[in-house]
């Protein structure tokens, strides 16, 4: 089993995914605000947002 995280850390496995949970953060948080700048409707913002998640 420490040899499998050795070959993750090595391949740097951690970094990437802990990059796409940023970059989803922020344009999670992009998403929010346009939404809110253009006054869309209560359901405006879920659309973008989990369309952001599931990639």
């Known amino acids: 089993m420490g040899n499998l995280f050795q070959e993750l850390k090595r391949l740097k496995v951690f970094k990437v995914r802990a990059t ?9 948080l992009i998403a929010a605000f346009v939404v809110d700048a253009f006054a869309a409707p209560p359901m405006g913002a879920p659309t973008p947002i989990s369309s952001i998640l599931k990639l």
């Open 20 to 28: 796409y949970a940023i970059v989803g953060w922020v344009l999670a």
